[in-house]
């Protein structure tokens, strides 16, 4: 990393006038993408027309359904943009309540911890990009954006690994990042992913213990990238396994609301392209998709469960309510979590 780029670092570090440091999430976001535009993968079919396909979703939501797709347009982006666009989308949430503890020895964070929270985001957003096909691959759905941002080459990797009807295939994943895009209204599903980064955020902090610090006295921006960043050394997975259970039910929710569309003759290539158990390739998040995977069998038989039985809360019910996510036990027996909820069991 060039020197220009440690002070840039060590600048936005001292720029920490809002609840988040995005600028910084944004620098760490290139840093971990500055390999991935090297190797972008092209669909060779001139057949497939991404505006074209993304007109007819639009269309039909418009015809059936009351709400639109909330989405006026659809661009093509690489990793790096894809995670800035991942960024600015995650921005309409309230990030005031985030807290990530105190240094060692009970230092106060300050305003480094805007640059700290900065950080985190940053290494999602990379994580995101660099790995997956989009929102629904693991059932994110914190943004909202006016632009269906497609994360180029892992969708169209995505999308070569079948033989399937391409055009059939091309609109099963635009379809599922639409609703995925359209849950980011519900702000029960952030507040996870919050409660999720505030984990991995004191762990960073108590890695901590026994180190000579004072950030607020730190000059040397590459001290500051070794203590804080984690560029190099911070396992982003982790952020995601203290929520593996409700990202399999937002998985889920996204699936199920996919198919409500009646876009394709043969919905069963949603369980196509979502199904796991076919990466794209090896990856950081291997296992985490391994995990994922084992729980999807569950968490469609908890769908199930939920259509048979007569209860008193919707989906979307569910969504608004953090309290009513289903826990991982709960989803393998969902019996407990109608108890739980004060559903009556079938």
Same mark, same amino acid.
């Given at each position: 990393?060039s020197?220009?780029?440690?002070?840039?670092?060590?600048?936005?570090?001292?720029?920490n006038?809002?609840?988040?440091?995005?600028?910084?999430?944004?620098?760490?976001?290139?840093?971990?993408?500055?390999?991935?535009?090297k190797?972008?993968?092209?669909l060779s079919?001139?057949?497939?027309?991404?505006?074209?396909?993304?007109r007819?979703?639009?269309?039909?939501?418009?015809?059936?359904?009351e709400?639109?797709?909330?989405?006026?347009?659809?661009?093509?982006?690489?990793p790096?943009?894809?995670?800035?666009?991942?960024?600015?989308?995650?921005?309409?949430?309230?990030?005031?309540?985030?807290?990530?503890?105190?240094?060692?020895?009970g230092?106060?964070?300050g305003?480094?911890?805007?640059?700290?929270?900065?950080m985190?985001?940053g290494?999602?957003?990379?994580?995101?990009?660099?790995?997956m096909?989009?929102l629904?691959?693991?059932?994110?759905?914190l943004?909202?954006?006016?632009?269906?941002?497609?994360?180029?080459?892992?969708?169209?990797?995505?999308?070569?690994?079948?033989?399937?009807?391409?055009?059939?295939?091309?609109?099963?994943l635009?379809?599922?990042?639409?609703?995925?895009?359209?849950?980011?209204?519900?702000?029960a599903?952030?507040?996870k992913?919050?409660?999720?980064?505030?984990?991995?955020?004191?762990?960073?902090?108590?890695?901590?213990?026994?180190?000579?610090?004072?950030?607020?006295?730190?000059?040397?921006?590459?001290?500051?990238?070794?203590n804080f960043? &984690? $560029?190099?050394?911070? *396992?982003p =997975?982790?952020? #995601?396994e203290?929520?593996?259970?409700?990202? +399999?039910?937002?998985?889920?929710?996204?699936?199920?609301?996919?198919?409500?569309?009646?876009?394709?003759?043969?919905?069963?290539t949603?369980?196509?392209?979502?199904?796991?158990?076919?990466?794209?390739?090896?990856?950081?998040?291997?296992d985490?998709?391994? &995990? $994922?995977?084992e729980? *999807?069998? =569950?968490?469609? #038989?908890?769908?199930?469960?939920?259509?048979? +039985?007569?209860?008193?809360?919707?989906?979307?019910?569910?969504?608004?309510d953090?309290?009513?996510i289903?826990?991982r036990?709960?989803i393998?027996?969902?019996?407990?979590?109608?108890?739980?909820t004060?559903?009556?069991?079938?």
């Open positions: 990393m020197e220009d780029i440690f002070s840039q670092f060590f600048n936005l570090f001292n720029n006038d809002s609840e988040v440091n995005w600028e910084l999430s944004k620098q760490i976001n290139k840093h971990l993408n500055k390999d991935s535009e190797n972008l993968f092209e079919n001139e057949e497939l027309n991404l505006e074209e396909l993304f007819y979703l639009e269309l039909n939501i418009e015809n059936n359904f709400q639109n797709t909330q989405q006026s347009s659809i661009q093509l982006l690489g790096s943009e894809y995670g800035d666009w991942f960024l600015d989308s995650i921005q309409h949430f309230d990030f005031s309540n985030f807290s990530i503890g105190d240094l060692p020895g230092m106060q964070l305003n480094i911890q805007s640059s700290i929270i900065g985190q985001l290494n999602l957003a990379g994580m995101v990009s660099k790995n096909w989009g629904s691959h693991f059932g994110i759905i943004p909202q954006s006016k632009t269906l941002a497609i994360n180029k080459s892992k969708y169209f990797a995505r999308i070569d690994q079948f033989e399937a009807d391409l055009n059939q295939l091309a609109l099963s635009i379809a599922l990042e639409s609703v995925a895009l359209s849950l980011g209204r519900y702000s599903p952030f507040v992913i919050i409660e999720s980064l505030e984990i991995a955020s004191k762990e960073m902090m108590s890695g901590l213990q026994g180190m000579e610090i004072d950030p607020a006295n730190m000059t040397n921006p590459q001290e500051i990238l070794n960043s &984690g $560029i190099e050394g911070f *396992d =997975s982790k952020i #995601l203290e929520i593996i259970a409700p990202l +399999s039910f937002y998985r889920g929710v996204i699936m199920s609301k996919a198919k409500e569309l009646n876009l394709i003759q043969d919905d069963s949603f369980d196509l392209v979502m199904d796991l158990s076919f990466p794209i390739e090896q990856s950081p998040l291997s985490f998709e391994a &995990g $994922i995977n729980l *999807d069998e =569950s968490t469609t #038989l908890f769908f199930e469960f939920l259509i048979n +039985s007569s209860n008193e809360f919707t989906i979307d019910d569910i969504l608004s953090k309290n009513l289903p826990s036990d709960e393998e027996d969902p019996i407990a979590w109608a108890a739980r004060s559903l009556p069991p079938i």
